[in-house]
């Protein structure tokens, strides 16, 4: 069971318990050390163990849940108040400093989870990958951006015709539309208005590549656009006073989850 990086052991030997010197080595593990002449003095016991003090992490170990008992003593030799703690540990490498207590005290768990709620609402960051294990993410106010986006070729469809459906699988606020035209249209006042529906609510963008404009960005405001998971939605034009139609439009819809 030696470490991968040693290549033998050190054997100290001493008449009184912390008094041992060292007389000799053996290079190996394959062998015994045996001591045949009369101690001479020689080097020290070390002042510090240097050594690294390695885990087996709890998904390794048999049988499964196997858990480590923790000490902490001070300099007096007084055990820390809340040791000894089980630990259970997963992952490939501990900081201890960031080990967090669970509710079955004295246990605790490692990688600890995200618990942080800066004052009065300000922004926080995570400072490295997060891994949710596939669990969901609850109560997010805004989670994203993502989008939802299509083609088509030829003129702009008329009024009346259905552009596209989606189901999202977690409730979503649509927050801005952006449409593209490859060929301008011409005419009329108020241009195109694509509307999002659920069959009950509805969210209208209108105004939207007015005369001969190529392009148009518009953004709703929070919660006017607002929608429950696992509910088809269709995007429609609903009005329309072009005299020459767009051609070759692409449009995307940025959303982020409710």
């Not at 992952?91 to 989870?113: C, E, H, K, Q, Y």
């Not at 995200?114 to 926080?124: D, I, R």
């Not at 404009?213 to 998971?229: D, E, I, R, Y």
Request: proline letters at 6%; glycine letters at 12%.
């Amino acid at each position: 069971l030696q470490p991968a990086a040693a290549t033998g052991f050190a054997v100290y030997i001493g008449a009184a318990s912390g008094a041992e010197t060292l007389p000799g080595a053996v290079t190996g593990f394959g062998g015994a050390y045996t001591q045949s002449a009369a101690l001479a003095a020689g080097a020290a016991l070390p002042a510090a163990n240097s050594t690294v003090c390695s885990f087996a992490f709890n998904d390794t170990l048999i049988p499964s849940f196997t858990y480590y008992s923790a000490s902490l003593a001070d300099a007096q030799g007084n055990t820390v108040p809340g040791y000894p703690q089980s630990w259970y540990l997963s992952g490939s490498s501990l900081d201890v400093s960031n080990i967090v207590p669970l509710a079955s005290n004295p246990a605790l768990r490692f990688p600890m989870p995200v618990l942080s709620n800066p004052a009065s609402s300000a922004a926080q960051s995570v400072g490295s990958g997060l891994n949710l294990n596939q669990f969901p993410i609850n109560a997010a106010a805004n989670v994203g951006p993502g989008f939802f986006s299509a083609f088509w070729s030829g003129s702009q469809p008329a009024t009346g015709t259905t552009l596209a459906t989606w189901t999202p699988n977690v409730g979503i606020v649509i927050r801005r539309l952006d449409i593209n035209a490859q060929t301008a249209g011409s005419g009329g006042t108020v241009g195109t208005t694509v509307t999002i529906t659920d069959g009950t609510s509805t969210c209208t963008f209108g105004g939207l590549l007015i005369g001969d404009a190529l392009a148009t960005s518009q953004s709703l405001g929070v919660g006017n656009c607002s929608f429950g998971a696992a509910v088809s939605l269709t995007v429609a034009v609903s009005g329309d006073d072009h005299t020459v139609k767009p051609q070759n439009l692409s449009w995307s819809l940025e959303l982020t989850a409710r």
